[in-house]
Structure formats: structure tokens, C-alpha cells
């Protein structure tokens, strides 16, 4: 895949309000040349974007980018690598 510049992880915990726990985990890499989307749920590959019908919202520096689905959500962030 190339050299990679750049690596970001991040983790998300909580609890619904109807008591259910959950943890959401991402990382995004820059790479060197074409890059590719890779997801999974629990440690096990997925074969489309597995939160594609879910809406994001996300605030950074007086922007705001809302998009439906992760593939969605990274062309948006322009950091899709379409």
C-alpha cells in the first residue's frame, strides 16, 4: 500500500439510554498513492460500508459536515479515496 504519513485512531464509549453499552472505534491513515476503504464490525471484514443507512454529524473549527454513512461521510471530509 505505500508509506503511510499520517495515522489517527479514536475511541468512543457509552451507554443508551435504554442501558445497552457500546464502543465505537475508527482510524483513517494517509498513504502514500491510492488508498483504499477498509470496514469491520467486531474484528470481522465487511463487504459494504456496514453504517451506510446512518446519518453523521460532526463539528471541527466552525464547520460542520453531516453525511449519510461512513463512504459518505469521508467524501465529504474529502479524505475518501474515490
Known amino acids: 500500500m505505500g508509506g503511510v ?3 489517527g485512531y479514536n475511541k468512543f464509549s ?5 442501558g ?5 472505534e475508527f ?3 494517509e498513504v502514500e498513492g491510492q488508498g ?3 470496514t ?7 463487504f459494504d460500508d456496514p453504517l451506510q443507512d446512518e446519518r453523521f ?9 453531516e ?5 459518505g461521510f469521508l467524501e465529504d471530509c474529502f479524505a475518501h479515496p474515490i
Not at 14 to 18: D, I, R, T, W
Not at 20 to 24: T, W
Not at 40 to 46: E, L
Open 40 to 46: 469491520g464490525v467486531n474484528f470481522s471484514p465487511t
Open 27 to 29: 482510524a483513517i491513515a
Open 14 to 18: 457509552g451507554v443508551l439510554p435504554s
Open 5 to 7: 504519513y499520517r495515522f
Open 57 to 65: 454529524r460532526a463539528h471541527h473549527r466552525n464547520q460542520t459536515v
Open 67 to 71: 453525511a449519510v454513512g461512513v463512504d
Open 36 to 38: 483504499e476503504v477498509f
Open 20 to 24: 445497552m453499552p457500546y464502543i465505537f
